[in-house]
């Protein structure tokens, strides 16, 4: 069955931090990959997508991920953190072909201290 | 350009009533997606709509259901309302070209 786990329900980072969210997947085929951030009260955006192609891609607010086949994981990365960063963070695998629904995983809450 | 749009923002009901909640999708999308996100649940899908046919089913019963109009707007109907229906429901959009899902900032429901 699908799935997605992120393993860290909570992470605490200071400003100017660098920051790694982990995200494993399962799905027998060619995944599409997706972070999204919910910041409180608020719907969902997009950070950034993997589909195919280059495994490092660039998102929005200087959000990256890789994609590692090998390890079925696709890790959120920012080198330097920012306050406005604080959120809860989702990792989400694209099923069914076209995409036609999205399995997430539990989220990450991220808090930023100054 | 507009985003997904979601009305109410609020909506306050009582056990075993029903409630309509509704979508409007970014201009030129025409999938229509609703999630579902409970505390301690997550984020779970409900129901995909396309071109005015439901495409995919989650794993939620019948009281939950919808619709897609022709202009690609869409409506959520949860009837005979349970506690445990109290949520955010999110309603995103997509089009046909690009496999990228839109939210609107959701709909809170809440069951007295």
């Known amino acids: 069955a699908q799935s997605v786990t992120q393993p860290d329900i909570h992470i605490t980072v200071s400003e100017g931090a660098s920051l790694e969210l982990r995200c494993n997947y399962s799905?027998?085929?060619?995944?599409?990959l997706f972070w999204y951030v919910q910041s409180p009260g608020q719907g969902l955006q997009l950070l950034l997508k993997y589909f195919s192609g280059d495994t490092l891609v660039q998102g929005i607010k200087g959000f990256e991920a890789e994609f590692k086949r090998s390890q079925s994981s696709f890790n959120l990365r920012k080198p330097s953190v920012h306050w406005s960063d604080a959120a809860e963070y989702f990792c989400?695998?694209?099923?069914?072909?076209?995409?036609?629904?999205?399995?997430f995983g539990t989220g990450t809450l991220l808090a930023v201290q100054p | 350009e507009a985003g997904v749009t979601q009305s109410p923002t609020h909506l306050i009901k009582t056990r075993g009533q029903q409630a309509t909640l509704r979508c409007s999708p970014i201009?030129?999308?025409?999938?229509v997606y609703w999630y579902q996100q409970a505390l301690g649940l997550g984020l779970q899908f409900l129901l995909w709509?396309?071109?005015?046919?439901?495409?995919n089913r989650g794993n939620f019963p019948p009281r939950f259901s919808g619709r897609q109009f022709p202009n690609y707007s869409s409506e959520l109907n949860v009837n005979a309302l349970e506690l445990e229906d109290s949520a955010l429901y999110l309603c995103a959009s997509k089009s046909l070209a690009k496999n990228i899902q839109y939210f609107g900032a959701g709909t809170r429901l809440s069951v007295l």
């Open positions: 709509y396309d071109e005015g046919e439901e495409r």
């Open positions: 201009s030129g999308h025409t999938s």
């Open positions: 989400a695998v694209g099923v069914g072909g076209a995409t036609n629904k999205l399995i």
């Open positions: 799905y027998g085929a060619t995944p599409y």
